[in-house]
């Protein structure tokens, strides 16, 4: 069972839908593996929404969170700066806060 305290770092992955998403499990048993008080979570964001969930994960000190179907287009709209072959491909996977 994954046990959260106030120092937890909290990462996530934001989509929709993301209940099927197995990341969670695999970044979650590699956390407790590194012996790290991290946390991933399933974050379902519906599409007009996706800017106030970037402004989420920033207003509550989330490191960040992976990006999937179907925001890694409308994501880039609320990032401060795109690196390399995600401005090429007008596509994000990943977020860093």
């Not at 946390?39 to 969930?53: F, K, Q, S, W």
């Not at 179907?69 to 994501?75: C, D, N, S, T």
Request: charged share 10%; net charge negative; aromatic share 4%.
């Amino acid at each position: 069972m994954l046990a959260l305290s106030g120092t937890t770092t909290l990462v996530g992955i934001i989509g929709n839908p993301v209940s099927h998403s197995l990341s969670p499990r695999m970044q979650n048993a590699a956390f407790a593996a590194a012996g790290l008080d991290w946390a991933y979570v399933p974050l379902p964001v519906c599409g007009e929404r996706v800017g106030e969930a970037v402004r989420g994960l920033v207003a509550l000190g989330f490191a960040g969170a992976n990006v999937t179907i179907p925001h890694k287009g409308a994501v880039i709209a609320h990032c401060d700066e795109v690196e390399g072959i995600a401005a090429e491909a007008d596509s994000v996977n990943t977020l860093v806060v």
